[in-house]
């Protein structure tokens, strides 16, 4: 018989409470107390970029020797890494029985702290097959999140956390982090847009299906406004989910390409890993 491990207890809570997520992240807007637990308990030196989907790319990245897109970000990163290990199951599509998007692309970890996590939840992956993974996450329509999330080595037990980086592909129905617009503020910005992106609606093209409108947008940045699609820059996260359910492609996505090496070394300076 199996040894049950603790991250399988964790998803067993976690499956059981996921839908409580959003009133657990209000409370950190309402207690201070609540706010402080909660912040020492699962984000405490957090730090967290979302990459759009490449698919909702309305303007490629040019960096000074090559052509980059955003996923490229991921991608340099998951290159510097020997340990490797990929989630057999998203555990928030499963714990929403998601239909929508597929339930076995689960969030890449990077680090010597991966070694850790029990390996009947995840498995050990080579730079090929993780790169690989992006690329489907990818054309499944998923946006990207790399960085420090202390939630992560919370529920699967694994320390140090320091040695743990999180690549999550998110779905805009069921993501962890549509939480976003509940949190305190202080919490919520630990989760930022990529630096130079920038969202846009031609009002031209919208038809006004107003499917951006219906729960796609993770930080609520999206409303209508005199008849119009109106997207707050000051709350949009950039994840590109909205672009994706936009089918006459009235929501377009622009970068600039002055970001790329700042985010690659934001991203390794996060992680102490093993170097090739």
């Not at 320091?162 to 617009?181: A, D, R, S």
């Not at 630990?190 to 951006?212: F, H, Q």
Request: charged share 30%.
């Amino acid at each position: 018989m199996r040894k049950i491990s603790f991250a399988d207890i964790s998803i067993f809570i976690v499956n059981r409470i996921f839908n409580w997520r959003f009133w657990i992240a209000s409370l950190t807007k309402k207690s201070k107390v609540a706010k402080k637990i909660i912040e020492k308990i699962l984000f405490e030196d957090d730090d967290t970029i979302i990459i759009p989907n490449t698919i909702s790319i309305n303007q490629k990245i040019e960096g000074e020797k090559s052509e980059f897109l955003p996923t490229d970000i991921l991608k340099e990163v998951i290159k510097k890494c020997d340990d490797i290990v990929i989630m057999n199951d998203c555990l928030c599509r499963t714990s929403s029985d998601c239909k929508d998007y597929p339930q076995d692309i689960g969030c890449i970890f990077l680090g010597p702290t991966s070694k850790k996590i029990p390996r009947n939840i995840c498995h050990e992956a080579t730079v090929e097959e993780a790169l690989e993974h992006v690329d489907k996450a990818d054309k499944a329509g998923l946006s990207h999140l790399i960085g420090r999330n202390k939630i992560d080595s919370v529920w699967m037990n694994v320390r140090p956390r320091e040695g743990l980086l999180t690549i999550c592909h998110c779905c805009p129905c069921c993501c962890l982090w549509k939480v976003l617009p509940n949190l305190d503020s202080e919490i919520s910005d630990k989760v930022s847009k990529l630096e130079g992106v920038k969202v846009t609606v031609n009002a031209d093209r919208c038809n006004l299906c107003r499917k951006c409108l219906k729960e796609v947008c993770m930080s609520d940045a999206i409303s209508l406004k005199d008849n119009k699609i109106a997207i707050d820059e000051d709350k949009c996260r950039g994840c590109g989910l909205c672009a994706n359910v936009c089918k006459p492609k009235a929501i377009n996505i622009e970068y600039q390409d002055d970001t790329i090496d700042s985010i690659i070394n934001r991203m390794n300076n996060l992680i102490e890993y093993d170097k090739k």
